[in-house]
Every structure is written in structure tokens, then in C-alpha cells.
């Protein structure tokens, strides 16, 4: 994953705040009880760990987290990536649906690269 170029992982920055910001819209019209709440916030907090990690990586700024946050984040991060493949079968070849799913995709395996490594850390 450090053969990313500037430019990528800028991307990957936009991708997570992307989804940070989605997350946080959605989340504010959802019944504070639902399951899907529930869900949602849950996907929100390892977004925001996966930017933080990149940010941490990247930008040498300071990463304070357990980790049991860091293996809850990255099975929620995986998860969300086995998703993306059927979305971008989907999308038009050179669509910007396309581009921005391609950007997700870089976005969260660099994530849990970097989360997986921090995970070995603790060990």
C-alpha cells in the first residue's frame, strides 16, 4: 500500500470523508433506536478509523486506539468492501459512479492494511 501515489491517497482521504459525511446525514434521519442505527453508526466509527489510520500513516499523525476498536473497524471496513465488487459490475465503464467506487475500493484496502498491521503491533 505505500506504492500509492499522492494522488490516491488524497482520494482515499475524500473517499472516507465522503463516507464519514453520508453516514452522519443518513444517521441524523434515522430513528435513534433502530437497528439499522445501530449499524450505521457502527460503519461510521470504522470509517472514521480507517481516515484516521491513513492519516496516521501517511501524515504522521497520532493514532490513540485499542485494539479491540482496531479488529471491530477492520471487520466492519472488510465487510464493506466485499460489497463494492457487485456495485462496480453494475456501473458504467467510465462513469463517475464507476471512478467514485474505484476510489472506495483503493480507500478501504489501503484501510485495512494498515489497520491489519497496527493489529499485529498489539500482539
Request: hydrophobic share 40%.
Amino acid at each position: 500500500m505505500d506504492n500509492l501515489t499522492a494522488e490516491e491517497k488524497q482520494q482515499s482521504v475524500e473517499a472516507f470523508e465522503s463516507i464519514i459525511r453520508k453516514s452522519e446525514k443518513a444517521l441524523s434521519h434515522m430513528k435513534t433506536d433502530a437497528p439499522q442505527t445501530r449499524l450505521l453508526a457502527k460503519r461510521m466509527k470504522a470509517a472514521q478509523l480507517g481516515l484516521d489510520t491513513l492519516l496516521a500513516h501517511w501524515e504522521g499523525r497520532k493514532l490513540d486506539v485499542s485494539k479491540m476498536d482496531l479488529i471491530e473497524a477492520k471487520e466492519e471496513l472488510e465487510g464493506l468492501l466485499l460489497t463494492l465488487p457487485s456495485f462496480l459490475e453494475r456501473s458504467k465503464e467510465g462513469s463517475g459512479q464507476r471512478t467514485y467506487i474505484t476510489r472506495r475500493i483503493i480507500a478501504l484496502k489501503a484501510a485495512v492494511f494498515y489497520v491489519d498491521h497496527l493489529i499485529e503491533k498489539f500482539e
